[in-house]
């Protein structure tokens, strides 16, 4: 019976640990079953991570990204469809309301496919642009792949740099092999939403056209502005990825000679939260003094009592907290960026203290970082807030909220302690002293004695 359910405990760990970090039910919603198969390398590597693919067509009456209130699955795959509208089991407000259920949406385009109009709704309410005229594609008459020598609508295109000198690269290359991006429908990113990142964008000779009426009097875009596959992240790290062609999935481009086999690995992992989810482990605060003898002290920390809900101003504390990232099937250690900062801040309404967080210790799947400093001279309600936002990367927002209260009537420190007070101390020592050398000399002195005097009767 024992090995039985220790070969049950295995059973399910391995099952575990071969799911995303926010489950493994995967739709792909496709149109005509035929194109199916012009897939199947990219469905073979993620069932090879533990997606359970189930393949549906929008036309299909049953379709629902909901049961019972809950999601019915955990990610989504649109795949441009041949007609002009997904249906009404994927308008666009559905779609935002599964993003609401913190459900992650890998939409595919393509140049060979007017885009529907529920879908340019979509992108136009998380203020990703496409061109107004629906044929048209991203051309590059200098960095195109040989088998389109003639259309120029084969990008090949160098992998993606690092956003940011202070963010964590998921999309780059060791290899540098280019990116084969056939017809590929270009995105314009508002530029004032922090949401919004491009992930591959087009080299600085391509431009959006059409190429039955090619005109640059109208240009959409062009060069770097234009964005091959972009990304949102809602503020509750719901993901959705916009892949500018969906051909750059096909097994025809998953050779050796191109690097796109294992940019939609990076891609679809990122998307369906395989790579770049933080979570949060221990969260502690406590003094870092110990209480003096013989006082009162209610916010003592005899060692085994944490996070307590008092403090006293100008206490010394320690703050630690453990942070972990999930890589594919496994929590490992986070590593901030050397040119970054996890902060901590101390704050009322705004920060009294903002503090670099410092790594001090790793086990096999976490970090913990921490920093020590003294409490304010300010009583009232205080928060401990560590709020990272990253690009590509889960938010982290704790809050823990303490009191900080004035000394008691007690806890003041006594005259002597104080060397201001001992000028004055030592006036009234001296007074008192020379009053008593004065009494001492009044009494003990006896007055002179009369010699020869008679006595009067």
């Known amino acids: 019976m024992r090995w039985l359910f220790s070969f049950l405990l295995l059973w399910l760990s391995t099952i575990v640990t071969a799911l995303s970090s926010s489950g493994n039910r995967l739709l792909v919603v496709l149109e005509e079953s035929s194109e199916k198969d012009k897939y199947s390398q990219f469905w073979g590597d993620l069932e090879s991570r533990g997606f359970k693919i189930h393949f549906d067509s929008p036309k299909t009456a049953e379709l629902s990204l909901f049961h019972l209130g809950n999601r019915a699955y955990d990610h989504v795959l649109l795949l441009p469809p041949k007609s002009k509208a997904y249906g009404p089991a994927l308008t666009p407000a559905l779609l935002l309301d599964f993003m609401k259920a913190k459900g992650n949406i890998l939409v595919g385009l393509s140049g060979s496919s007017a885009v529907p109009s529920g879908l340019v709704s979509l992108l136009l309410e998380l203020d990703i642009q496409l061109p107004a005229d629906r044929n048209s594609i991203v051309v590059d008459h200098f960095n195109h792949d040989s088998s389109a020598s003639e259309e120029h609508d084969i990008l090949l295109v160098s992998p993606p740099k690092t956003l940011r000198s202070d963010v964590k690269s998921?999309?780059?290359?060791?290899?540098?092999?280019?990116?084969?991006?056939?017809?590929?429908?270009?995105?314009?990113?508002?530029?004032?939403s922090p949401l919004l990142l491009p992930i591959l964008r087009a080299s600085g000779t391509s431009y959006s056209t059409n190429p039955k009426e090619e005109?640059?009097?109208?240009?959409?875009?062009?060069?770097?502005?234009?964005?091959?596959?972009?990304?949102?992240?809602?503020?509750?790290?719901?993901?959705?990825?916009?892949?500018?062609?969906?051909?750059?999935?096909?097994?025809?481009?998953?050779?050796?000679?191109?690097?796109?086999?294992?940019?939609?690995?990076?891609?679809?992992?990122?998307?369906?939260?395989?790579?770049?989810?933080l979570k949060v482990g221990r969260l502690q605060h406590h003094l870092n003094e110990p209480a003096e003898k013989g006082r009162f002290n209610e916010t003592a920390y005899p060692g085994s009592q944490l996070n307590p809900t008092i403090y006293r101003i100008k206490n010394d504390v320690t703050y630690t907290i453990e942070l972990s990232e999930y890589t594919y099937d496994h929590y490992t250690p986070l590593t901030v960026p050397t040119t970054d900062a996890l902060q901590l801040e101390f704050s009322m309404l705004s920060p009294f203290?903002?503090?670099?967080?410092?790594?001090?210790?790793?086990?096999a799947n976490s970090t913990l970082f921490s920093t020590s400093f003294t409490l304010p001279d300010q009583h009232g309600i205080f928060n401990f807030r560590v709020n990272y936002k990253r690009p590509f990367l889960t938010v982290v927002d704790e809050k823990r909220e303490v009191t900080v209260r004035h000394f008691a009537h007690d806890e003041w420190p006594r005259s002597w302690r104080i060397s201001g007070a001992w000028v004055w101390i030592a006036g009234i020592w001296i007074t008192v002293a020379g009053w008593v050398a004065f009494v001492a000399v009044w009494l003990w002195s006896e007055p002179a004695k009369k010699v020869g005097a008679k006595k009067l009767q």
């Open 170 to 192: 998921y999309f780059g290359s060791k290899s540098g092999t280019k990116i084969a991006v056939p017809r590929a429908v270009g995105q314009v990113l508002g530029a004032s």
């Open 215 to 277: 005109t640059v009097d109208d240009l959409f875009a062009s060069g770097e502005q234009i964005s091959l596959v972009s990304a949102h992240q809602a503020r509750n790290s719901a993901r959705l990825t916009v892949l500018g062609s969906t051909e750059l999935l096909q097994d025809a481009w998953f050779g050796e000679k191109y690097g796109n086999r294992e940019f939609s690995k990076q891609v679809s992992a990122w998307t369906f939260k395989e790579l770049g989810v």
């Open 353 to 363: 203290h903002r503090l670099n967080l410092k790594p001090i210790s790793q086990t």
